[in-house]
């Protein structure tokens, strides 16, 4: 089987939205954990070095284009076997068993990622469109020559709206149920299910990608607002 | 017990079909559920009418014939039975109880709650075999089989190809259908052989035949009436990326 049948089958799709699942999941720990410098008591120095040492470096912006294009990978296949799952179905039936055989984040991955990309499209408006191509206020900290753009300013002045900081924690719940059946769900794909670990998987998926992060994400704006 | 049942009806494969409301009466708990169709038929031809379709065999859970989606549960309520072995006990006097064909693209109905299953025996034909040379069969004890996998491969062969598990799912996916039958012989010597081209052909089959892609939910495996699991699927997908990587062909 050629490579370009082998990822035109439901199996070879899955894959492709698995490993792109799992590469999400390793990129929002790396996010997470440069967002917490917004909380440091410092002028947001820490996060604004931070912030032009990612917007500069080739190689970060090297991976960064290519986790755009990912995302657009990821939701793109996904939806395509969501509708074709759709149509695999032409007559619904007219009772639904609901939670009894299955769980209600399994059920409702489409809906939640959907949640999610329209989530991340606004969250780079906010951010990234504004950090690289609109105008950015600059701050010069003491010991430095250069000005640096205040990102951290525009991450304060954004939060202290109130419906943003709403937004921001609906993203983060779509995020979170998101994860839940998502990260166990991409180690069944790639054949990963034995007695062995999966206590360790269903933990991963639950307590790390499916709550701690998500908070994580959702308390910077809450504590930003109420600062 | 006396109970009300709204049950599909539908004259054809073309026809749009609608559910008709009909009563059971005095109906015994110790009933099987198509013990209780059978009643309900006796009734409709006493009457003149039509009897409701329905697929059944052995009568025993062996078979995988009696395809009904029962107050949306495929073969009803009860866990690891199919509609045969579903006994009225589960339901109470004056109980409604919706009785619907399995729904699938890949299953389309003949009548009523009949539905049409030869999409599976054409995945079988793809790939769910061993080819056996002629000649004198082999001493069995020459080919050893380690315990585990024979007692996995013996629990995978369980699967009666019902299609309880694409009628449970939200996606309509017969995978966990396709893994039982490829981990079935995987899992032992004599299906060795052809193990990457079994894998990718009866996944291929399966995809033409207009079945959804697991999305892993697990109602497959809660509906199974052999409770086949889900660790088959990711076998499946194993095998899969494995004759992927390395098939010939």
């Known amino acids: 089987m050629k490579w370009s049948q082998f990822f035109n089958t439901s199996i070879g799709k899955k894959l492709l939205v698995g490993a792109t699942g799992l590469f999400l999941c390793s990129f929002v720990i790396v996010h997470l954990a440069g967002n917490f410098q917004l909380l440091y008591n410092d002028e947001g120095k820490a996060f604004n070095v931070y912030a032009a040492f990612m917007g500069h470096n080739s190689l970060i912006q090297f991976i960064a284009w290519g986790l755009k294009i990912v995302i657009v990978l990821h939701a793109f296949i996904a939806l395509q076997l969501t509708f074709r799952n759709r149509a695999a179905r032409p007559v619904k039936y007219a009772v639904n068993p609901g939670n009894q055989t299955s769980s209600w984040f399994s059920r409702q991955m489409a809906i939640m990622g959907s949640i999610l990309l329209i989530f991340i499209i606004i969250h780079l408006t906010n951010f990234w469109a504004k950090f690289h191509y609109g105008e950015m206020p600059l701050h010069t900290y003491p010991g430095q020559e250069e000005p640096l753009k205040d990102l951290y300013l525009v991450s304060q002045e954004t939060f202290k709206q109130g419906w943003l900081v709403v937004l921001y924690v609906i993203g983060m719940i779509g995020l979170s149920f998101h994860l839940i059946h998502g990260f166990k769900s991409a180690c069944q794909t790639f054949g990963l299910n034995h007695k062995k670990y999966n206590g360790l998987l269903s933990f991963i998926g639950v307590w790390l990608f499916g709550i701690a992060i998500p908070v994580g994400f959702a308390i910077i704006p809450v504590v930003i607002y109420f600062k | ?249």
């Open chain 2, 1 to 249: 017990m006396n109970l009300t049942l709204k049950v599909w009806r539908q004259k054809n494969k073309n026809d749009q079909g609608r559910f008709e409301t009909l009563q059971a009466k005095n109906i015994s708990s110790e009933m099987s559920f198509l013990e209780m169709f059978d009643v309900v038929n006796e009734g409709l031809i006493n009457e003149g009418k039509e009897p409701i379709a329905f697929d059944h065999d052995c009568r025993e859970g062996i078979c995988g014939m009696c395809s009904m989606h029962i107050n949306g549960r495929a073969h009803g309520p009860w866990d690891g039975t199919t509609t045969c072995q579903l006994h009225m006990r589960a339901f109470k006097d004056g109980d409604t109880i919706t009785v619907e064909p399995w729904r699938a693209g890949a299953f389309p109905v003949i009548k009523d709650l009949t539905v049409d299953r030869s999409a599976f025996d054409r995945i079988i034909e793809a790939g769910g075999y061993i080819s056996v040379n002629t000649g004198n069969a082999q001493d069995a004890n020459c080919i050893p089989v380690d315990k585990t996998k024979a007692d996995l491969a013996f629990a995978a062969a369980a699967c009666i190809g019902c299609g309880a598990c694409v009628a449970a799912c939200k996606n309509s996916s017969a995978m966990l259908f396709v893994s039982a039958k490829v981990s079935q012989l995987a899992l032992l010597p004599q299906g060795h052989p052809e193990k990457q081209s079994r894998a990718l052909n009866m996944v291929a089959q399966m995809d033409k035949e207009g079945f959804g892609s697991c999305t892993n939910t697990g109602a497959c495996e809660a509906e199974c009436p052999k409770e086949i699991s889900l660790t088959n699927i990711a076998r499946l997908n194993r095998e899969f990326i494995g004759a992927g990587l390395s098939s010939e062909k």
